[in-house]
């Protein structure tokens, strides 16, 4: 399969528009500037640089409003709620996604404008409240930090988000972007139970041994092998490799399949110019392998790059919606049927 994905993908470059390809070079640039040989950050650089908005109580053009709320001292949730939910009483009919953004474990917030944005398309177009969540940040708080930090977030939601939804939620999923995807899956294999589904989007994994797809796109945006490895070192404990449990779970999770064996229905979705998808494609496997997940659904986007999904005018990002929201309202309906 990945042979295969590997023959369609173009020799020269991404199919972008020279707007999202002049965005990709900065962020790419102001990226690797920040990251320093000490292995701290600088904040303050990246701060100039990462537009940041504060939530809207008062609905928007697409009827999507968002409150920020304190789960804890180090922890915060910024939920959003779709039109649907000031129709029927806040939600309380709507499914629920618990949402991880990305960034190597690293950059960004909940309030990064293109976080933010995403977690309203989300929210409108299913219809969902999204319950987006500010994890800690490495290299100050590495593993398991942004484990915990979303296994406390997805309680919470699940005990009615402190109020701010009218009674627990029936249908929870749990979904996340790159590093968050990974952040995503490692949630849920810790309560499998209480999530109706998985969305990983383009999941940051990783391993010692180099991928094919690592190699051909080392140079691909977002692909850069020394900057991906600063980011592991910056998350992973003092000492380990990137065949740790947190990075290589395709493997960990042939290695402990029966502990798996209740994970819930998963969607992945692997971009055909992204350096990571030998591993996305290998995790669906290994899921698959697990038996434990009823369904396990890939959606490949073979023009795609490592988180375009951030460029809300790509034909290909329209297209995500479309399949995520139709993955949760088929997961949806099979839960209430069930």
């Not at 939804?165 to 995503?184: E, I, K, R, Y």
């Not at 499998?192 to 945006?221: K, M, N, Y």
């Not at 992945?268 to 697990?290: E, I, P, T």
């Not at 023009?303 to 997961?331: G, M, P």
Request: charged share 20%; hydrophobic share 45%; glycine share 8%.
């Amino acid at each position: 399969m990945a042979a295969m994905a590997a023959a369609a993908v173009p020799s020269d470059r991404p199919p972008l528009p020279w707007r999202a390809r002049l965005l990709v070079g900065a962020v790419s640039v102001l990226h690797s500037a920040s990251l320093r040989r000490d292995g701290t950050v600088n904040r303050f650089l990246l701060s100039l640089f990462d537009r940041v908005v504060p939530p809207n109580p008062a609905p928007d053009a697409a009827g999507v409003a968002s409150s920020d709320h304190a789960v804890s001292d180090d922890l915060r949730v910024r939920m959003f709620f779709p039109g649907a939910a000031a129709r029927d009483g806040g939600g309380d009919h709507l499914p629920v996604v618990v949402y991880f953004h990305g960034g190597g474990f690293v950059f960004h917030s909940v309030a990064s404008a293109q976080f933010d944005a995403l977690c309203r398309r989300f929210a409108s177009a299913i219809p969902a409240v999204v319950a987006s969540v500010d994890f800690r940040l490495a290299p100050e708080h590495g593993f398991p930090a942004p484990y915990d930090d979303g296994k406390a977030a997805l309680r919470w939601v699940l005990a009615g988000a402190g109020g701010a939804l009218p009674s627990p939620p029936a249908t929870v999923f749990v979904a996340g972007d790159s590093a968050g995807g990974n952040v995503a899956h490692h949630v849920v294999a810790r309560t499998p139970s209480s999530v109706s589904g998985l969305i990983a989007l383009q999941p940051f994994f990783a391993g010692e041994t180099p991928t094919a797809s690592e190699q051909r796109l080392r140079d691909a945006p977002f692909g850069s092998p020394e900057r991906i490895s600063w980011l592991w070192r910056a998350f992973l404990p003092p000492g380990a490799t990137r065949d740790h449990e947190a990075a290589n779970v395709p493997a960990a999770l042939r290695r402990d399949a029966e502990r798996r064996r209740a994970f819930p229905p998963t969607m992945v979705c692997v971009g055909g110019w992204d350096a990571h998808q030998d591993r996305q494609r290998d995790y669906a496997d290994a899921l698959r392998a697990a038996g434990g997940a009823e369904e396990v659904v890939v959606a490949e986007f073979p023009d795609a790059i490592h988180a375009f999904y951030i460029f809300d005018d790509l034909a290909d990002s329209k297209r995500l919606l479309t399949e995520v929201t139709a993955f949760v309202n088929r997961r949806r309906a099979a839960a209430a049927a069930s």
